[in-house]
């Protein structure tokens, strides 16, 4: 089981990005598919999930900003990044939780100037 995150960039406040993770084999079990990140110097911190039924939770940073989705299909995560600012700058971890592990992904970086 392998996840790929991309999208990042660098981007102007204000700015939008959307990440994705794209996984790759089979994954059962799925508790949730959650988004973390990680500023310099700061330790990771969980931005949003979603759980099978499609419910959705965000951090309170990422509340009404931040859209976490799933496409089956294509099994892949994204996360839609609107009104971005300068503190939201870090490396992206997507994260899949299952009954039997844990996956991760490499970062993203999300780069956001003012």
């Known amino acids: 089981v392998q996840l790929q995150a991309s999208g990042g960039g660098l981007v102007q406040a204000g700015g939008s990005l959307r990440l994705s993770c794209a996984t790759s084999g089979s994954i059962i079990g799925i508790k949730a598919m959650k988004w973390y990140r990680q500023a310099p110097g700061k330790e990771r911190e969980w931005v949003a999930s979603i759980i099978p039924n499609g419910i959705v939770n965000y951090a309170d940073p990422a509340k009404g900003r931040f859209s976490i989705s799933r496409d089956r299909a294509k099994k892949t995560v994204y996360l839609q990044m609107n009104s971005l600012e300068p503190r939201d700058t870090a490396n992206y971890y997507c994260?899949?939780?299952?009954?039997?592990?844990?996956?991760w992904g490499q970062g993203t970086l999300v780069t956001v100037s003012s």
């Open positions: 994260n899949i939780d299952t009954v039997y592990k844990s996956y």
